[in-house]
């Protein structure tokens, strides 16, 4: 059975999550260590910023998955107080669904972020490092990272942009299309202009000029993005190169007027301009937004964009859900064909139908024998099948009982090509 | 025998073809997806295919189109403006084009179809390698300039939104507006010297048939303002510099300027070049 314990943003405050990911972290066998907890048969540590979570095929449905949640509060030192709540605990199908919603970014924080799919691998790769994972894992592992990936491809959920500085980036590629070679100019040398100048520069944008009321301010920014330092003063003769302007200053008028971009539209030579104020009060002359070819954003269009973006990844995530439960589905069900009996039914009715195919394959020649000989080659026949099969049907019938008669179905199962 | 019913086959699997694109654009539109119009593209590709193929039968048939029927006419305008679309595809990659491109493909098309094959398109007395080099010629520029202002309609389009911060779906969908500005740039710098080759042959092919009179015919006159219209804008574009909004919007007022001459024109006054008698 397949069981999942763990704790994440929701169920656990940050101090708990950093005391286990601390303690988890310096534990170097740990894989090994949740391995060899009683009737645990096979494990995963999967651990992010915003969880961290055990999932392991136990033998029965007992004490294994308390142990391994224990061990965990262990590990991260936790009192009884702060572990109190934080596991959860999920079994079976559960625990199967919770782990593809995981994989598919529908339990992120933000939902449909794109990391978690390669966090999850990751943490595959390392069971697989130290042999902690087998059948029944690895068929789990594979079948999440295909749910995941139906879930990016057929619905919209990962496709618009839910932060302000994306959302920016967005922008000016439905703008410029690719961004090679664009310049940009962040005025004010804040934060949020840096991120979005930083994701801008890993766009392809090509180089940065920095222009604040404070030069040296600038020019320590300019050495960050190996770009240009300027004055303020200067602004009009660097709007003139910029493709992108980022501005973010905490002056209480317009920096950028439409008077100055009206004057400088021909030394442009209408380059298409692209102008993003973060600021608040205002950098930018609303009234630019009317001039041709410039498209102004302020903190506030860029914001209602993220909230309609994120509308739509939660109408999205519905359709995610159902990808999700078909997923599931198709897991559990191959999860039962692996139970013995199932399997010794089909592979009888494979032997039935080659019999049954090559008996009449040969009905032609038989017709010239009398009725005595031809039922005497059917029980033949059907003897020499029988004793055929009897050795694996009564080890798969021994077997079926134990958990390792799973690696025996399977084989089976493959040898025989029954799936 | 035989070619003239592999033409017919050709031409019909083009005709299909392109109505299956044509409906998988608009679609794309409608459920904003960009892999539909990807998926249209190569099948627009594939009836381009067929309908090159149906070129060879017709000028196999035809003996090298010393006769040129009204059909091979319309079918070429559709060849013409498929041939230029898909090269544009090579250099930029702006499948949605296709939805405004792909319904004027069919529409030639379709009247190519309804057309009867066999008359040809130009009188006896007109039948020169100088009237066919005119009419190649001119439909290509043409087909160019039709892009051009389908990209700045398109532009037009996008820029609104963009203006109006309206970023639901058909944004994502449209091109950028860089890449809409590029392909009107290309289409114009194409087409307008091909356009003027054009109409130089026409006009030779005039001054040596007709001699006089033919100068003062409206739909010259209307052709010859279309024509200034685009040195103008080519001309803007490359000296002064113009770029984006006024250049699709002025493409797009050019091209039904163009679409007047060639039917307007026809309608409303008599002209030297309507050529059919009925």
């Known amino acids: 059975m397949i069981v999942l314990t763990g704790l994440n943003h929701k169920t656990a405050p940050i101090a708990v999550r950093e005391k286990i990911f601390a303690g988890c972290q310096e534990k170097s066998d740990l894989l090994p260590a949740l391995r060899s907890i009683s009737g645990v048969e096979e494990v995963l540590y999967l651990s992010t910023c915003n969880r961290v979570e055990v999932i392991a095929s136990v033998a029965e449905d007992g004490k294994a998955i308390k142990e391994i949640s224990d061990f965990l509060a262990r590990n991260g030192c936790l009192t009884e107080a702060e572990s109190k709540g934080c596991f959860y605990e999920y079994r079976g199908e559960k625990a199967v669904r919770h782990l593809f919603r995981v994989a598919s970014s529908l339990d992120s924080m933000v939902m449909g972020e794109a990391q978690i799919l390669g966090q999850v ?3 595959y790769r390392d069971a697989l490092a130290k042999y902690t994972t087998g059948i029944v894992l690895n068929r789990l592992m594979h079948c999440s990272f295909r749910a995941a990936k139906r879930v990016r491809s057929e619905t919209g959920i990962a496709v618009n942009p839910v932060s302000v500085s994306h959302a920016a980036v967005e922008l000016a590629k ?10 940009i100019l962040l005025i004010g040398a804040g934060e949020m202009a840096e991120l979005t100048g930083q994701q801008l520069i890993e766009k392809g944008a090509k180089s940065v000029i920095i222009a604040n009321r404070s030069l040296a301010q600038a020019e320590l920014l300019a050495a960050k993005f190996h770009g240009e330092a300027a004055d303020l003063d200067a602004l009009d003769k660097k709007l003139i190169e910029a493709d992108i302007v980022i501005s973010s200053t905490g002056a209480s008028d317009f920096i950028v007027t439409a008077d100055m971009l009206r004057k400088i539209y021909h030394q442009r030579k209408n380059r298409l301009l692209f102008l993003i104020d973060i600021a608040v009060p205002r950098d930018i002359d609303p009234s630019a937004s009317d001039l041709e070819n410039v498209y102004l954003y302020n903190i506030d269009n860029l914001q209602d964009i993220v909230d309609e973006n994120m509308n739509v990844r939660k109408k999205e995530a519905i359709k995610a859900e159902k990808i999700v439960d078909e997923e599931v589905a198709r897991y559990v069900n191959w999860q039962k064909e692996l139970e013995s009996v199932p399997t010794i039914v089909s592979l009888r009715n494979m032997a039935g139908e ?17 009725k005595d000989d031809q039922e005497k080659i059917d029980v033949l026949v059907n003897s020499i099948v ?30 025989f090509r029954l799936d | 025998m035989i070619f003239s019913n592999l033409e017919c086959m050709t031409f019909n699997m083009a005709l299909i073809l392109c109505a299956v694109s044509t409906t998988g654009y608009l679609l794309s539109l409608l459920v904003k997806r960009v892999r539909l119009a990807r998926i249209s593209t190569w099948i627009l590709a594939a009836a381009f295919g067929f309908l090159t193929i149906n070129f060879l039968f017709v000028m196999m048939n035809s003996s090298w189109l010393v006769n040129l029927d009204s059909r091979d006419f319309l079918s070429f305008c559709a060849w013409a403006v498929c041939a230029v679309y898909l090269a544009l595809q090579f250099k930029t990659k702006t499948r949605v084009l296709g939805a405004f491109i792909s319904p004027l493909i069919l529409l030639f098309m379709i009247a190519a179809a309804g057309e009867e094959a066999g008359r040809d398109l130009r009188p006896q007395n007109l039948q020169s390698w100088l009237t066919a080099l005119h009419l190649f010629l001119t439909i290509f520029g043409e087909a160019l300039f039709a892009i051009a202002s389908c990209a700045g309609l398109m532009f037009i389009m996008q820029n609104r939104l963009l203006k109006n911060k309206k970023l639901g779906g058909m944004i994502r969908l449209l091109p950028s507006l860089n890449d809409l500005d590029r392909i009107n740039h290309l289409c114009l710098l194409w087409g307008f010297p091909i356009l003027s080759v054009g109409i130089i042959a026409g006009v030779i092919f005039a001054e040596i048939r007709w001699e006089t009179g033919w100068l003062a015919d409206p739909k010259i006159i209307w052709t010859f303002a279309g024509w200034m219209i685009y040195g103008f804008l080519l001309h803007q574009r490359l000296a002064i510099g113009w770029k984006g909004y006024r250049m699709a919007l002025f493409s797009g007022i050019a091209f039904v300027l163009l679409l007047l001459s060639y039917g307007g024109v026809k309608i409303c006054f008599s002209t030297l070049h309507s050529f059919f008698q009925p």
Do not use: C, T, Y
Request: no cysteine; charged share 30%.
């Open chain 1, 174 to 183: 439905k703008i410029f299309g690719s961004l090679d070679g664009k310049k």
């Open chain 1, 386 to 415: 029988n004793k055929v099969l009897h050795a694996p049907v009564s080890v798969l019938k021994e077997e079926s009982s134990d958990i390792s008669s799973r690696d025996i179905v399977d084989a089976v199962r493959r040898l």
């Open chain 1, 354 to 370: 080659i019999v049954q195919a090559e008996m009449e394959k040969a009905s032609g020649w038989m017709q010239n024998l009398n």
């Open chain 1, 121 to 123: 691998k990751d943490a």
